[in-house]
């Protein structure tokens, strides 16, 4: 199964040729997103110029993708993402190390959530964004780019 991140789901709302064939090939019944996208696409409409027409499109491609939900095991898997992460790049001292933001790292709370979606369901994040590469250092994780 593929976990499409924002990105993604963008170019296939945009026609991008090169993610469209590969959804094709793939079919719809391998591709899914979580809802950690989905908010973050519905807000990116409801944010955008042409908002009522954006927020329209994007609810009709939600209704055709399978959205993952969050639940406690995704929630722990976040969790010990999250403290890998700190005790990887974080300042060695523990004082420094809890006044550290996630954003210093290079990552987004979004990010960890996606990939902790993806690990818990077996899933390959399909991203282009440097964080998920990033990521991988940290907990290995499938990660393809269309």
């Not at 789901?9 to 019944?29: F, T, Y």
């Not at 110029?49 to 954006?54: G, V």
């Not at 420094?96 to 990552?107: C, M, T, Y």
Request: aromatic content about 8%.
């Amino acid at each position: 199964m593929y976990l499409l991140d924002t990105t993604h789901c963008i170019h296939l709302l945009n026609g991008d040729e090169s993610v469209v064939g590969k959804m094709k090939q793939l079919g719809l019944a391998l591709v899914c997103t979580c809802v950690i996208v989905r908010g973050e696409l519905l807000f990116g409409a409801l944010n955008s110029a042409r908002a009522s027409e954006n927020f329209q499109n994007a609810k009709e491609f939600l209704k055709d993708i399978r959205v993952l939900e969050l639940d406690e095991a995704s929630a722990d898997i976040y969790a010990s993402l999250k403290a890998a992460v700190f005790r990887t790049l974080g300042p060695g001292n523990p004082t420094k190390r809890n006044k550290a933001k996630i954003s210093d790292f290079g990552f987004s709370d979004h990010d960890l959530w996606i990939a902790s979606v993806a690990i818990q369901n077996n899933a390959i994040v399909v991203s282009g964004d440097d964080g998920f590469q990033r990521l991988q250092a940290i907990e290995h994780f499938p990660l393809e780019n269309w």
